[in-house]
């Protein structure tokens, strides 16, 4: 359960920290005194999206924290073992909003993603907001409502699994289908493609060599004419070779060295010279002697280099690329003339991933009925005590056999009211005024409440559009509501706030140019005063008082 709220710079809110207890506690103040803030502020620590216009005027950062006892939440311990964020029988949740628009989050002081913390969330706190009542008349809030009745979750979760896995295994097998009515002509291309690309001798094909050794081949009568001027230059030229005029240079400055020794180290750098020369030229020599024209091997490489051109530009690739291109087709090719086992494979496979399905769909569908004729019932009764004597809820399921699969199942869930005798009943939307629709919203919530573990539940306002003893019944039902649960509810109604165990007062302070709310919890003479307030208005009088009064004593003799 909930053991304290604590808010700082939160809207009008500037400090709030607020004890929560076991029962029921109602949130009671005038309009516009800060009631909604205080669910603001649980929703952002629950894991609302937040933004910097929550943060109080000239303040830096918002901050909401809470603190929960985990005795009465199994789940959200399990959970927290789970994710290794738990610390013993509490939990404490703090949000942090910045003015940059970025918040933080954290579960026992360590920082959490948004996620994890709605994850958990929804393990400790359920909220049902005051327009709850409009969201009834979606068919899928419906059918949503009758699966949390009947405890569905295991089996909706491995439908949804099977479905999704017949959805991916139907999706290939369609695909297939479309594409072998055509794939007899690209069979047919691709083979002549691979055929022409396999002149290309792929185990041999390296286009870099096949260009130098073409670049070699086209280039050869200079490479000779120019090698062999090398070689006259270097050696072989007697009357002014490279090697002649080291050989002098070596003769004169060795004689001069007798005179300046420095020199000889000069001497012995030109030998050196005068030896890498004539290596050179011999080696040179010697690859001039080796090359020899071969118009034949250059016709053979001229005609490689076209068809590569050719398929390069036939395939948009660059030649280097060619290979990977063969590589792709062949496995194109390999997948088409192959696509016949992998299409019966997938129809196998489509036909048991349905079968799997239908008859979790049937089991599905089963439980609902059964649920659904139990919740029918006991919405009639609790509808019935909330003033809509003649009233008669039902639980409409159609089941769409035959159908494709689909997420959540077959069937199509309809809740029907009749509210007068002798009507046939109908959809909610066609039947059910507003103050019909809240009270039978709210015996919805009271009727699934009962089998969820959720130890807090929060009530905002969702008992709008009733009033006199109505108002009196409905909150005997969230008192009793919270006999095993923690209950939270903001109300305008006394008949509500008298049958609370904890009364809480929002009220709001002005300054000089700033706005705050405050919450406090009312002492047995404030609370006959606020209930008093509640159904009497502006004046207050002696009988008003004594009626709130009679309204608490009431409320207590009733347990």
């Known amino acids: ?33 800060g009631k909604s803030i205080l669910l603001t502020a649980l929703g952002l620590a629950l894991g609302d999206r937040a933004d910097s216009g929550y943060i109080r005027p000239d303040c830096k950062r918002a901050e909401v924290n809470l603190e929960f006892d985990l005795n ?10 789970d994710n290794d964020l738990d610390d013993e029988q509490q939990c404490f949740i703090r949000r942090v909003i910045n003015d940059d628009g970025r918040s933080k989050a954290y579960i026992n ?71 072998s009515i055509d794939q007899t002509e690209r069979e047919q291309l691709l083979r002549y493609q691979l055929e022409e690309l396999q002149q290309l001798d792929l185990a041999n094909f390296n286009y870099a060599a096949l260009l130098e050794e073409h670049g070699k081949l086209a280039n050869l009568e200079q490479i000779l004419t120019t090698g062999q001027e090398a070689v006259d230059s270097l050696y072989e030229n007697d ?20 005179y300046a020794p420095e020199l000889i180290e000069v001497c012995t750098m030109l030998s050196e010279a005068q030896i890498q020369t004539e290596e050179a030229a011999l080696q040179l020599r010697r690859f001039i002697k080796a090359q020899e024209a071969d118009p034949q091997r250059m016709a053979v490489l001229e005609e490689q280099m076209d068809i590569i051109q050719k398929l ?25 003339t192959h696509s016949g086992e992998r299409i019966a494979e997938l129809t196998a496979q489509a036909q048991q991933l349905r079968s799997q399905y239908d008859q979790q769909a049937a089991q599905l569908s089963e439980s609902r009925v059964q649920a659904g004729k139990k919740l029918q019932q006991q919405i009639s009764d609790i509808i019935k005590e909330l003033g809509m004597a003649q009233g008669e809820f039902l639980v409409n399921i159609v ?34 005024s507003g103050g019909e629709l809240s009270r039978i919203s709210l015996a919805i919530q009271v009727s699934t409440a009962n089998d969820k573990s959720t130890p807090t539940m929060i009530f905002d306002e969702v008992d709008s559009g009733i009033g006199g003893g109505i108002a009196e019944i409905v909150g005997q039902k969230l008192r009793r509501l919270s006999q095993n649960r923690q209950v939270l509810c903001v109300t305008h109604l006394p008949q509500v ?33 606020e209930i008093a307030r509640m159904l009497g208005g502006v004046n207050i009088t002696a009988n008003t008082l004594a009626h709130a009064k009679e309204m608490l004593a009431q409320a207590t003799s009733d347990l």
């Open 312 to 336: 390069s530009r036939k395939h948009r690739v660059a030649p280097e690329e060619l290979p990977a291109v063969i590589e792709q087709q062949e496995q194109e090719l390999h997948a088409i």
């Open 239 to 258: 009357q002014q070779s490279v090697n002649q005029m080291l050989n002098h240079s070596i003769n004169s400055l060795t004689q001069l060295s007798r």
């Open 497 to 529: 706030a008298a049958q609370a165990h904890q009364h809480l007062y929002v009220s709001k302070s002005h300054t000089t140019d700033v706005t705050s709310s405050n919450v406090r919890l009312l002492e047995e003479p404030e609370r006959i005063e």
């Open 399 to 432: 089941s769409q056999d035959g159908d494709a699969p689909k997420l959540n199942g077959l069937d199509t869930v309809t809740f029907l009211v009749s509210a007068n005798p002798g009507l046939p009943p109908k959809s909610l939307a066609k039947v059910a």
């Open 72 to 81: 009465d939440a199994p789940h959200a311990q399990q959970w927290l073992q």
């Open 109 to 179: 002081n360590r920082a959490v993603t948004l996620q994890s913390l709605q994850e958990l969330s929804e393990k400790l706190v359920e909220i049902h907001g005051q327009h709850a009542h409009l969201t009834l008349l979606n068919s899928d809030e419906q059918r949503r409502l009758l699966d949390v009745f009947a405890k569905n979750q295991h089996i909706l979760e491995a439908l949804n699994a099977s479905y999704r896995q017949w959805h991916t295994a139907n999706q290939e097998l369609q695909a297939l289908l479309k594409a």
């Open 1 to 33: 359960m909930l053991l304290n709220l604590s808010i700082t710079d939160l809207a009008v809110v500037k400090t709030l920290n607020l004890d929560l207890a076991k029962g029921m506690s109602v949130l009671t103040g005038e309009t516009g005194a």
